[in-house]
Protein backbone atom coordinates (compact mmCIF):
# COMPACT_ATOMS: atom_id res chain seq x y z
CA UNK A 1 0.00 0.00 0.00
CA UNK A 2 1.79 3.39 -1.44
CA UNK A 3 1.08 5.59 1.57
CA UNK A 4 0.59 9.64 1.01
CA UNK A 5 2.43 10.81 -1.97
CA UNK A 6 3.10 14.64 -2.69
CA UNK A 7 4.61 15.53 -6.11
CA UNK A 8 6.98 17.78 -7.00
CA UNK A 9 9.45 16.96 -4.08
CA UNK A 10 10.98 20.37 -4.72
CA UNK A 11 10.12 23.22 -6.49
CA UNK A 12 11.95 26.96 -6.66
CA UNK A 13 10.16 29.89 -8.04
CA UNK A 14 10.10 33.67 -7.73
CA UNK A 15 7.95 36.34 -6.07
CA UNK A 16 4.78 36.96 -7.99
CA UNK A 17 4.39 33.37 -9.83
CA UNK A 18 1.82 30.96 -8.93
CA UNK A 19 2.38 27.41 -7.61
CA UNK A 20 0.34 24.26 -7.51
CA UNK A 21 1.27 21.15 -5.01
CA UNK A 22 -0.27 17.45 -5.61
CA UNK A 23 -1.23 15.10 -3.13
CA UNK A 24 -2.67 11.72 -3.38
CA UNK A 25 -4.38 9.95 -0.31
CA UNK A 26 -3.31 6.64 1.27
CA UNK A 27 -5.91 4.05 -0.16
CA UNK A 28 -9.37 4.35 1.56
CA UNK A 29 -8.59 7.78 3.22
CA UNK A 30 -11.33 10.46 2.05
CA UNK A 31 -10.43 13.38 3.53
CA UNK A 32 -7.10 15.57 2.71
CA UNK A 33 -5.31 18.34 4.93
CA UNK A 34 -2.21 20.69 3.93
CA UNK A 35 0.02 22.18 6.43
CA UNK A 36 2.65 24.60 5.82
CA UNK A 37 5.83 24.05 7.80
CA UNK A 38 8.53 26.86 8.22
CA UNK A 39 11.90 26.15 9.14
CA UNK A 40 12.51 25.24 12.76
CA UNK A 41 8.12 25.52 13.36
CA UNK A 42 5.66 23.02 13.97
CA UNK A 43 3.49 22.41 11.02
CA UNK A 44 0.52 25.18 10.32
CA UNK A 45 -2.83 23.99 9.20
CA UNK A 46 -4.12 25.55 6.18
CA UNK A 47 -7.39 23.64 4.98
CA UNK A 48 -9.12 20.45 4.87
CA UNK A 49 -10.87 18.63 1.84
CA UNK A 50 -13.63 16.07 1.97
CA UNK A 51 -15.96 15.17 -0.26
CA UNK A 52 -14.75 17.81 -2.71
CA UNK A 53 -15.51 20.55 -0.69
CA UNK A 54 -13.24 22.53 2.19
CA UNK A 55 -14.73 20.98 5.38
CA UNK A 56 -12.19 23.82 7.21
CA UNK A 57 -9.78 26.16 7.11
CA UNK A 58 -6.84 27.92 9.38
CA UNK A 59 -5.74 31.28 9.02
CA UNK A 60 -4.22 31.77 5.43
CA UNK A 61 -5.30 34.32 3.02
CA UNK A 62 -6.79 34.10 -0.28
CA UNK A 63 -4.30 33.27 -2.26
CA UNK A 64 -3.84 29.95 -0.63
CA UNK A 65 -6.30 27.71 -2.27
CA UNK A 66 -7.30 24.07 -3.18
CA UNK A 67 -9.07 21.38 -4.59
CA UNK A 68 -10.22 17.84 -4.13
CA UNK A 69 -10.76 15.52 -6.72
CA UNK A 70 -13.92 12.48 -7.25
CA UNK A 71 -10.46 10.15 -6.79
CA UNK A 72 -9.93 12.25 -3.25
CA UNK A 73 -6.49 13.48 -4.38
CA UNK A 74 -6.04 17.26 -4.05
CA UNK A 75 -3.97 20.38 -5.07
CA UNK A 76 -2.82 23.35 -3.16
CA UNK A 77 -2.48 26.47 -5.33
CA UNK A 78 -0.98 29.71 -3.89
CA UNK A 79 -0.89 32.62 -5.81
CA UNK A 80 1.32 36.01 -6.19
CA UNK A 81 3.63 34.39 -4.63
CA UNK A 82 6.00 36.05 -1.51
CA UNK A 83 9.42 35.24 0.29
CA UNK A 84 7.37 34.44 3.06
CA UNK A 85 5.65 31.51 1.63
CA UNK A 86 9.19 29.21 1.51
CA UNK A 87 8.29 26.64 3.49
CA UNK A 88 7.67 22.60 3.41
CA UNK A 89 4.12 21.82 2.36
CA UNK A 90 2.82 18.60 3.76
CA UNK A 91 -0.35 16.82 2.96
CA UNK A 92 -2.02 14.27 5.30
CA UNK A 93 -4.68 12.18 4.55
CA UNK A 94 -7.05 10.40 7.38
CA UNK A 95 -10.45 8.05 7.28
CA UNK A 96 -11.66 9.00 11.12
CA UNK A 97 -9.08 9.43 13.46
CA UNK A 98 -5.26 9.63 12.67
CA UNK A 99 -3.72 12.03 9.97
CA UNK A 100 -1.05 10.39 7.80
CA UNK A 101 1.50 12.80 6.03
CA UNK A 102 2.70 12.34 3.18
CA UNK A 103 6.95 13.34 2.35
CA UNK A 104 6.18 17.08 1.60
CA UNK A 105 7.03 19.65 -1.33
CA UNK A 106 9.80 21.87 -0.46
CA UNK A 107 9.05 25.27 -2.05
CA UNK A 108 11.92 28.00 -2.09
CA UNK A 109 11.10 31.49 -3.20
CA UNK A 110 13.42 33.69 -4.74
CA UNK B 1 -9.14 27.40 21.26
CA UNK B 2 -7.43 24.30 21.81
CA UNK B 3 -3.03 24.82 21.63
CA UNK B 4 -0.15 22.77 22.91
CA UNK B 5 3.24 23.90 24.34
CA UNK B 6 5.89 21.55 24.05
CA UNK B 7 8.52 22.28 27.18
CA UNK B 8 12.40 22.28 25.87
CA UNK B 9 13.27 22.41 22.45
CA UNK B 10 16.37 20.96 22.57
CA UNK B 11 16.25 17.38 24.79
CA UNK B 12 19.91 15.49 24.76
CA UNK B 13 20.13 11.90 26.43
CA UNK B 14 23.00 9.23 26.58
CA UNK B 15 22.21 6.33 24.49
CA UNK B 16 20.24 3.12 26.74
CA UNK B 17 18.45 6.70 28.78
CA UNK B 18 15.31 7.06 29.59
CA UNK B 19 14.12 9.92 27.08
CA UNK B 20 11.09 12.01 28.44
CA UNK B 21 9.64 15.00 26.42
CA UNK B 22 6.82 17.13 27.68
CA UNK B 23 3.76 18.23 26.03
CA UNK B 24 0.90 20.23 27.49
CA UNK B 25 -2.60 20.90 26.34
CA UNK B 26 -5.21 23.76 26.34
CA UNK B 27 -8.72 22.19 25.14
CA UNK B 28 -12.06 23.40 26.11
CA UNK B 29 -13.53 19.82 24.56
CA UNK B 30 -12.37 16.09 25.06
CA UNK B 31 -9.12 16.60 23.05
CA UNK B 32 -7.88 14.12 20.00
CA UNK B 33 -3.83 14.35 21.64
CA UNK B 34 -0.89 12.95 19.01
CA UNK B 35 2.96 12.53 18.75
CA UNK B 36 4.54 12.75 15.21
CA UNK B 37 7.75 12.17 14.66
CA UNK B 38 10.21 14.19 12.23
CA UNK B 39 13.16 12.66 11.06
CA UNK B 40 15.52 15.46 8.48
CA UNK B 41 14.11 16.21 5.24
CA UNK B 42 10.78 13.95 5.70
CA UNK B 43 7.58 14.21 6.41
CA UNK B 44 5.66 13.64 9.95
CA UNK B 45 5.58 10.03 10.94
CA UNK B 46 2.61 9.11 13.76
CA UNK B 47 3.82 7.78 17.05
CA UNK B 48 0.64 7.07 19.10
CA UNK B 49 -2.26 8.80 19.39
CA UNK B 50 -5.01 9.04 22.32
CA UNK B 51 -8.54 9.30 21.00
CA UNK B 52 -10.95 9.14 24.79
CA UNK B 53 -9.95 5.03 25.12
CA UNK B 54 -7.17 4.42 27.45
CA UNK B 55 -4.72 6.76 29.61
CA UNK B 56 -1.51 4.80 29.02
CA UNK B 57 -1.31 4.75 24.49
CA UNK B 58 1.61 2.44 23.47
CA UNK B 59 2.80 3.52 20.14
CA UNK B 60 5.95 2.07 17.59
CA UNK B 61 9.32 2.39 18.42
CA UNK B 62 8.99 1.65 21.60
CA UNK B 63 7.46 5.21 23.04
CA UNK B 64 4.40 5.68 25.42
CA UNK B 65 2.24 8.82 26.39
CA UNK B 66 0.11 9.22 29.46
CA UNK B 67 -3.00 11.27 28.98
CA UNK B 68 -2.97 13.26 32.82
CA UNK B 69 -6.56 14.99 32.51
CA UNK B 70 -6.01 16.53 35.76
CA UNK B 71 -2.37 17.87 34.68
CA UNK B 72 -3.46 18.94 30.72
CA UNK B 73 -0.35 16.79 29.52
CA UNK B 74 0.43 14.31 26.99
CA UNK B 75 4.43 13.27 28.30
CA UNK B 76 6.20 11.04 25.63
CA UNK B 77 8.60 8.64 27.13
CA UNK B 78 10.86 5.45 26.12
CA UNK B 79 12.66 3.72 28.57
CA UNK B 80 16.01 3.34 26.70
CA UNK B 81 16.94 5.67 23.85
CA UNK B 82 18.67 4.69 20.68
CA UNK B 83 20.64 6.66 18.31
CA UNK B 84 18.49 5.78 15.76
CA UNK B 85 15.43 8.04 17.87
CA UNK B 86 17.47 11.05 16.71
CA UNK B 87 14.79 13.62 15.37
CA UNK B 88 12.06 16.02 16.13
CA UNK B 89 9.32 15.30 17.61
CA UNK B 90 5.60 17.19 17.47
CA UNK B 91 2.67 16.99 19.91
CA UNK B 92 -0.57 17.79 18.68
CA UNK B 93 -4.12 18.31 19.26
CA UNK B 94 -6.97 17.74 17.56
CA UNK B 95 -10.90 17.51 18.60
CA UNK B 96 -13.77 15.56 16.54
CA UNK B 97 -15.15 16.81 13.76
CA UNK B 98 -18.31 15.09 12.72
CA UNK B 99 -16.82 11.59 13.22
CA UNK B 100 -13.91 12.42 11.74
CA UNK B 101 -10.63 14.29 12.93
CA UNK B 102 -10.67 18.11 12.76
CA UNK B 103 -7.63 19.92 12.15
CA UNK B 104 -4.11 19.22 14.14
CA UNK B 105 -2.54 22.02 16.10
CA UNK B 106 0.77 21.34 17.18
CA UNK B 107 3.73 22.57 19.52
CA UNK B 108 7.07 23.70 18.27
CA UNK B 109 8.49 20.72 18.40
CA UNK B 110 11.19 19.25 20.68
CA UNK B 111 14.72 17.80 18.73
CA UNK B 112 16.13 14.93 20.49
CA UNK B 113 20.01 13.99 20.45
CA UNK B 114 21.23 10.38 21.89
CA UNK B 115 24.89 10.46 22.46
CA UNK B 116 26.74 6.97 22.07
Known amino acids: DAGVTQSPTHLIKTRGQQVTLRCSPK?????VSWYQQALGQGPQFIFQ???????QRGNFPDRFSGHQFPNYSSELNVNALLLGDSALYLC???FGEGQYFGPGTRLLVL | AQSVTQLGSHVSVSEGALVLLRCNYS??????LFWYVQYPNQGLQLLLK??????LVKGINGFEAEFKKSETSFHLTKPSAHMSDAAEYFC??????????????FGKGTKLSVKP
Open chain 1, 92 to 94: ASS
Open chain 2, 50 to 55: YTSAAT
Open chain 2, 92 to 105: AVSKNYGGSQGNLI
Open chain 1, 49 to 55: YYEEEER
Open chain 2, 27 to 32: SSVPPY
Open chain 1, 27 to 31: SGHDT
